[in-house]
């Protein structure tokens, strides 16, 4: 099966949250996976703030860049073209979508993708509107 990750998703493979025994099981029976162009930059934010927050180490962070690093070259990027900035202004004026969610969102849809996981709730529930049953919620409740 072929899926859109968006980073709020992703990141459960690298450190243990709430969805992240789920998103194991949804990878099984993934055979591509695909990202955002913007996925790399939120992914080390997301780190960096883990980092502030203290709910990481600097070890561990160092170990997760390293491992998401590697998974990264096994990834299809969507592609940052004139089609994705149409497309994710299309969204953010179509649903109350931050400036990211609304890329994470143009890409999955340009990426044709059988299934869009994400663990944001607003970013799902635009994404179920827009892709009916091929969107899942990873880690949480609408």
Known sequence: MKA???TSALIKKYVSETGSSQL???LEEISEIIVAPIYWVELN???ERRLTEQTLTRQQAIVIRR???MDLNYFSKALWNDSLEEKAIEM???YPLKTLDGIQLAAGILARA???LTSDQDLYKAA???LKTNARLIGGTV
Do not use: H, N, P, Y
């Open 67 to 69: 491992e998401a690093g």
């Open 24 to 26: 194991e099981t949804q």
């Open 4 to 6: 859109f990750l968006d």
């Open 128 to 130: 179920l509107k827009e």
């Open 92 to 94: 953010i004026r179509k």
């Open 45 to 47: 934010s997301a780190i």
């Open 114 to 116: 059988e299934v869009f």
